[in-house]
């Protein structure tokens, strides 16, 4: 087995981000900083990327994987049309941040779960807050991701945490950065046509959330 790229994102040029999110696009499967926890994930539209990812963490194939995306334009055209203005709300409230939306989609062409699942028909999007990461994203990648442990196991918010080796040696690319997680993870929560349900309270709090969507209602 080969070793994977070790790359600081904080040193990159935009060449060698561009590089990168070629290989990612291409299929590489990724570890990686985010404003939460390090993370591991891929190109969401490469499903044998997918089931890479599912082998790596040992995760069950009927937990989706959340999305990363690097705004809320190319999102909007796959949401429910009833619940979009919800979202765009709660983007413009809350992202780049720890907020995931999850949301009923068509049309995106992500897959969230490995074969024989088809692609996704509800997903969890999410724009971090790591400056390195939203370069890479920002070069088109949307990327089907979850946090660096194994599944059942504590998540791990730094690359030399015991039981990480294991795991970065199934990835082909290890990025890191000075801009380290803040070790909690995202808010999420599940919007419906006029209704929405807290599904995880995390730093963005059921009370920031409400009022965010109050004011759209206003």
Same mark, same amino acid.
């Given at each position: 087995?080969?070793?994977?790229?070790?790359?600081?994102?904080?040193?990159?040029?935009?060449?060698?981000?561009? !590089? $990168?999110?070629?290989?990612?696009?291409? /299929? +590489?499967? %990724?570890?990686?900083?985010?404003?939460?926890?390090? *993370? &591991?994930?891929?190109?969401?539209?490469?499903?044998?990327?997918?089931?890479?990812?599912?082998?790596?963490?040992?995760?069950?194939?009927?937990?989706?994987?959340?999305?990363?995306?690097?705004?809320?334009?190319?999102?909007?055209?796959?949401?429910?049309?009833?619940?979009?203005?919800?979202?765009? !709300? $709660?983007?413009?409230?809350?992202?780049? /941040? +720890?907020? %995931?939306?999850?949301?009923?989609?068509?049309?995106? *062409? &992500?897959?969230?779960?490995?074969?024989?699942?088809?692609?996704?028909?509800?997903?969890?999007?999410?724009?971090?807050?790591?400056?390195?990461?939203?370069?890479?994203?920002?070069?088109?990648?949307?990327?089907?991701?979850?946090?660096?442990?194994?599944?059942?196991?504590?998540?791990?918010?730094?690359?030399?945490?015991?039981?990480?080796?294991?795991?970065?040696?199934?990835?082909?690319?290890?990025?890191?950065?000075?801009?380290?997680?803040?070790?909690?993870?995202?808010?999420?929560?599940?919007?419906?046509?006029?209704?929405?349900?807290?599904?995880?309270?995390?730093?963005?709090?059921?009370?920031?959330?409400?009022?965010?969507?109050?004011?759209?209602?206003?």
């Amino acid at each position: 087995m080969s070793l994977p790229e070790i790359v600081l994102l904080d040193t990159c040029s935009e060449a060698d981000v561009q !590089r $990168l999110s070629e290989r990612i696009v291409a /299929g +590489a499967v %990724t570890v990686f900083p985010t404003d939460t926890v390090y *993370g &591991i994930g891929c190109n969401a539209a490469c499903a044998a990327s997918v089931a890479r990812v599912f082998s790596a963490k040992h995760r069950d194939s009927h937990k989706p994987l959340p999305v990363f995306v690097s705004d809320i334009v190319p999102v909007l055209p796959w949401v429910d049309p009833a619940v979009r203005g919800m979202t765009r !709300r $709660l983007a413009i409230a809350f992202w780049p /941040g +720890a907020l %995931t939306i999850v949301v009923n989609v068509a049309g995106s *062409g &992500i897959h969230t779960q490995p074969p024989p699942y088809p692609e996704a028909s509800s997903i969890g999007f999410r724009v971090p807050r790591h400056a390195g990461l939203l370069r890479l994203l920002s070069h088109g990648l949307v990327m089907a991701q979850t946090s660096l442990n194994e599944s059942g196991k504590m998540v791990m918010e730094r690359l030399d945490a015991p039981g990480a080796a294991s795991l970065l040696e199934r990835a082909d690319l290890v990025l890191d950065s000075r801009q380290h997680p803040e070790g909690r993870p995202s808010t999420v929560v599940g919007l419906a046509p006029g209704s929405w349900t807290m599904l995880r309270e995390g730093s963005i709090s059921f009370a920031d959330v409400t009022a965010a969507l109050v004011e759209e209602a206003l």
